[in-house]
């Protein structure tokens, strides 16, 4: 079906984060600066999400990530599939990085460092 | 190039204009152009055609799309999963199967639909076809029902679940009720004629109560002549093959019914489909069929039927009238037009689009509609010139074999109708119609304002509420049902994969409480569940600039 592109305001420049973020915080953030004068009062409009401490977002966080990812309409031991193996790909990732990105970067940096820096070197070792 | 509706319009009859000038010129217009002929002015279409800059179809952001598809992505991965398990047998196959035998056949239940079934649908389908016991009205009860298995199988906990407010029923005039009152003629004439007739009208099943409805619709719509049937479905369906047949051609939107569809199949005729709206796609085609003829011989199309709706009920949009019958004038096409949501429900008087966009009734050729969503009963109408719908009476299939319209409908229609017609002596029925446009109005404008993605023009009763991801859908009627409100949404089958709705129809029996509870209760959950995905500035002060967006045929 042909959609119509939505046009950014001419007079406010349309917020990077906000167009692909999704997390309640960032939204909540960002939002007034999109309204124009004229529509500020309509931010009051929106109900607020009261989260009276840290677990009750951890638990909205979850429930989020069960929408998005579409476990939600799974059963509870496929939920636990799905979770064990998303959480040890991650835990392989954050292994991996933490074993070998330092050793990576070391080695960048060196030859970078050894294509500029080698350079006057190499002049004044022609000269001597 | 950013062309205005009016000046597309006058582009569209310009062939027209230019030979009647050409035509006069010569004669009685002087040199500088001075005449005194008479201007009229024609039916308009200039105030109503405004209404079209606000009917966008937005887009979400991408992140959407792509989290749409990833959703479907994970669940038909464990769907084959569990299809697996299935098949090896550690689970307990639950739903049906083929025989040993007919294995080596080709597949019955194995194709992606039943595949979607087994897997989604059957996961969620607690949200769908709930019972209810009592009338459904604004609002109704609900059966309370719990699953053991997984919504496999369902029991009922015995305890009712009072006055959930009801956004999913087509009552838009709130003609579904249980007054005693106005329900009084309805009970007079079961006694008269009973409650079944059991037999076609052209045989024995012709009663006066028939007749009388007939001339009533046809007073209330402004035209010469109409017929009704029992169902609105076949009204559709058995109707359009008696119209065309082989060698004619039938351009349908891309969003029409089902019933258009099957009707269109059933005929036997060409049939090419149109983008939605899109008045420069049905011009293309018009052209070119009436350049190119049939597909092999050249020959000239007998016939060229354009099957438009009145209001489409998946989007809410309304279709561009005075363009299509401009295009149907130029290209000497014949025009179906399916007024199913719309009759009672737009338009000053109720009469729908044609009054909406203030059109000669003349120029429909053939007019149909349905009198389950705005008449509280059921069954359909075909009208228009006297000879089209007397060669109905003999040619359609519907008048000769189905079952006629039982007395208890009839009388339900003919006092609805009297009702809005004003013809029982009180404004209840003008009163409805304001109460309806009111509400519908205020609910999109203030569903606009809080974010959420609507499609449609802003004087439907029908209001499409974007969701898009599965697991959203399912969490969205489940929380609006914990806050008592009743609401549809629709998926995959009936909609595009990556679009699911939820679906509010607003009715005039809804009370302006009610509407600030359900709204409320929108705005609660959207933020809840992250459904506000607009990303348009909505200000409640009109749009004073005249641009206007315009699909280009790619």
């Known amino acids: ?128 | 190039m950013i062309q205005t509706l009016e000046s597309y319009s006058c582009k569209l009859s310009l062939f027209s204009k230019k030979y009647l000038s050409n035509g006069v010129k010569c004669e009685h217009i002087g040199k500088n152009g001075y005449h005194n002929h008479k201007e009229k002015n024609g039916q308009g279409t200039g105030v109503a055609s405004r209404r079209h800059k606000h009917e966008p179809f937005e887009q979400a952001p991408m992140y959407v799309a792509v989290l749409t598809y990833l959703g479907f992505g994970i669940v038909t991965l464990f769907g084959y999963l569990r299809d697996f398990l299935r098949a090896v047998g550690l689970e307990k196959c639950n739903i049906a199967q083929e025989r040993e035998k007919q294995k080596d056949f080709v597949p019955l239940y194995q194709d992606f639909e039943n595949f979607y079934t087994r897997n989604l649908y059957m996961r969620v389908r607690d949200n769908w076809n709930r019972p209810i016991c009592s009338l459904p009205g604004p609002v109704f009860d609900l059966m309370e029902r719990v699953s053991d298995d997984y919504n496999w199988t369902f029991r009922f906990t015995g305890k009712t679940i009072h006055d959930v407010i009801n956004m999913g029923s087509y009552n838009y005039l709130g003609f579904a009720e249980n007054n005693a009152d106005f329900l009084k003629t309805v009970a007079d004439k079961v006694r008269q004629y009973g409650v079944g007739v059991c037999s076609t009208r052209q045989e024995i099943g012709n009663l006066s109560i028939h007749e009388e409805l007939e001339q009533l619709v046809a007073n209330f719509l402004g035209v010469e002549s109409a017929m009704t049937y029992g169902m609105g479905f076949a009204t559709n369906s058995m109707n359009i093959p008696a119209l065309v047949g082989k060698g004619c051609l039938i351009l349908s939107d891309e969003l029409n019914h089902t019933s258009l569809i099957l009707g269109a199949r059933l005929s036997g005729a060409t049939i090419r489909v149109f983008k939605h709206n899109n008045m420069q796609s049905l011009e293309k085609m018009l052209k070119e069929a009436v350049c190119s003829g049939q597909p092999r011989t050249h020959r000239p199309w007998k016939k060229i039927l354009i099957v438009v709706e009145g209001i489409y009920s998946m989007e809410g949009s309304v279709v561009r009238l005075p363009e299509v019958i401009a295009l149907k004038k130029k290209y000497k096409a014949y025009l179906y037009l399916d007024e199913a949501h719309s009759i009672g429900a737009v338009g000053q008087t109720g009469r729908g689009v044609t009054e909406l966009f203030n059109v000669n009734t003349a120029d429909v050729d053939v007019m149909m509609g349905t009198f389950t969503k705005s008449f509280g009963a059921s069954g359909g109408y075909i009208a228009g010139k006297k000879e089209l719908v007397d060669y109905l009476r003999t040619h359609s299939h519907s008048a000769v074999y189905a079952t006629a319209m039982s007395p208890p409908a009839t009388e339900q229609i003919i006092r609805a109708m009297k009702c809005i017609m004003g013809k029982d002596g009180s404004t209840e029925g003008m009163r409805r119609i304001r109460q309806l446009a009111e509400n519908a109005k205020y609910f999109r404008s203030r569903l606009k304002e809080m974010g959420f993605i609507i499609y449609g023009n802003d004087d439907s009763p029908v209001v499409p509420v974007l969701l898009y991801m599965p697991a959203k859908v399912v969490a969205f009627a489940r929380e609006m049902l914990a806050r008592k409100i009743g609401v549809v949404v629709v998926g995959f089958p009936a909609t595009p994969i990556t679009e699911a709705r939820a679906r509010f129809c607003v009715s005039a029996a809804h009370t302006r409480d009610m509407l600030n509870q359900v709204l409320d209760c929108m705005n609660e959950v959207g933020d809840l569940l992250c459904l506000k995905f607009s990303r348009r500035k909505y200000s409640p002060l009109p749009n004073l600039c005249d641009e206007t967006d315009f699909e280009l045929d790619s």
């Open chain 1, 1 to 128: 079906m042909a959609g119509i592109e939505v046009r950014p305001s001419q007079r406010l420049p349309p917020c990077l984060l906000c167009k692909d973020c999704f997390l309640f915080l960032c939204v909540k953030k960002h939002r007034p600066m999109h309204r124009s004068s004229r529509t500020l009062h309509l931010r009051d409009l929106r109900a607020r999400m009261n989260f009276k401490n840290l677990r009750e977002y951890l638990a909205w966080l979850y429930y989020q990530y069960l929408l998005i990812t579409g476990i939600y309409v799974l059963e509870p031991w496929e939920k636990s599939i799905f979770n064990s193996i998303l959480f040890s790909a991650i835990a392989m990732v954050v292994y991996t990085s933490y074993v070998f990105v330092p050793i990576h970067v070391r080695l960048a940096l060196e030859f970078f460092l050894g294509i500029f820096g080698g350079q006057p070197e190499s002049t004044m070792a022609l000269m001597t």
